[in-house]
């Protein structure tokens, strides 16, 4: 038999590789154990992102009576909860990134939050009042540790039209713009209230 007649009797790359997926592997082929995992895989990341999204709600942060009956009250009666464009920001997108590797990290950092949960730590409003400034200068530092990212996804200077401000509000804006401040340095506050111990004042408030 010539070279050309031998070789053309080899099978192909695709079908050895065909026959190594199908052949079988202890009691199932290799090709239905990858189309299982392949299946069971799509499965786990899809329940996976439908939690994390379920997670990222308005209504699974006020789930418990902890913020329900304290910051969620107070956020209410604030414009980041009703105003005249009818847009809201809710606490997802204040507190969560949005950004996937950025937004896991800060849910695993909240873990810490389901241990005070079951410690109790801040479970009646007089206790949550004692650790008020506590929490919020935790915050207070996440936000400036990064820019106010997350106030950056809806307010962003350079959209700004500041001549449409009101004259107070250009006079504290300029400024803070111009020494690069950023927004969580002027607007503490502006959604929920401020520490009684905090020695910010009122005009300071974002109120």
């Known amino acids: ?3 050309a007649g031998h070789a053309s009797s080899r099978p192909g790359l695709i079908a050895r590789i065909w026959t190594v997926l199908w052949r079988p592997s202890g009691r199932f082929a290799l ?3 990858v189309i299982f995992g392949g299946v069971w895989g799509i499965l786990f990341w899809g329940g ?3 939690g994390m999204e379920e997670a990222n709600t308005l209504q ?8 329900r009956d304290t910051v969620y009250q107070e956020y209410k009666q604030t414009i980041h909860y009703q105003n005249q464009f009818g ?6 997108d204040c507190h969560v990134p949005r950004d996937w ?3 896991i990290r800060r849910k695993i950092q909240a873990s810490n939050e389901l241990w005070h949960k079951i410690l109790g730590t801040i479970n009646t409003p007089e206790k949550f009042e004692q650790h008020r400034l506590e929490l919020a200068e935790d915050v207070w530092a996440s936000m400036k540790a990064t820019d106010s990212r997350e106030c950056r996804n809806c307010h962003n200077a350079s959209a700004m039209d500041i001549h ?3 004259p107070a509000a250009q006079q504290a804006m300029m400024p803070g713009l111009q020494a690069g401040l950023t927004c969580i340095d002027c607007h503490k506050g502006i959604a929920h209230h401020l520490p009684k ?7 300071r408030a974002g109120k």
Do not use: G, Y
Request: aromatic content about 14%; some cysteine.
């Open 31 to 33: 090709a239905t154990l």
């Open 60 to 67: 699974f942060c006020t789930s418990c009576h902890e913020m």
């Open 48 to 50: 996976f992102n439908w």
């Open 164 to 166: 449409q401000m009101s």
């Open 1 to 3: 038999m010539s070279e």
């Open 87 to 92: 847009v809201r920001a809710t606490c997802p």
């Open 101 to 103: 590797w950025f937004k």
């Open 197 to 203: 111990s905090s020695d910010i004042s009122s005009d």
